[in-house]
Nanobody, 123 residues
Framework: QLQLVESGGGLVQPGGSLRLSCVAS????????IGWFRQAPGNEREGVSC????????NYADSVKGRFTISRDNARNTVYLQMNSLKPEDTAVYYC????????????????WGQGTQVTVSS
């Protein structure tokens, strides 16, 4: 049974940075593509970024391109989301999720989810 645990969220001022981590257990992480999603109160859960199982391909939502970077360390069963130049509109609960070996931006395509970590960007 695949389990994902997010960490690294917190309160940060606009323009600041955070690094989120997603640690997998139950299976080795290299079996799965990992997506990051976020959900603000009253909003739909939206895709932020994803990375293929090997790390050979990545995708980013237009809203975060140039600011966020996804990476993975399969030996440590961990995927990271480095978030720079944070904006108030980035405030949300961030989730990581696992699916097959290639990326998808659709939340319906993911079979396993973490519990989320809160990111708040405010002055």
């Amino acid at each position: 049974q695949l389990q994902l645990v997010e960490s690294g969220g917190g309160l940060v001022q606009p323009g600041g940075s955070l690094r989120l981590s997603c640690v997998a257990s139950g299976f080795t992480l290299d079996y799965f593509a990992i997506g990051w999603f976020r959900q603000a109160p009253g909003n739909e859960r939206e895709g932020v970024s994803c990375i293929s199982n090997s790390g050979s391909s990545t995708n980013y939502a237009d809203s975060v391109k140039g600011r966020f970077t996804i990476s993975r360390d399969n030996a440590r069963n961990t995927v990271y989301l480095q978030m720079n130049s944070l904006k108030p509109e980035d405030t949300a609960v961030y989730y990581c999720a696992a699916r097959g070996r290639v990326c998808s931006g659709s939340r319906d395509d993911y079979r396993s989810w973490g519990q989320g970590t809160q990111v708040t960007v405010s002055s």
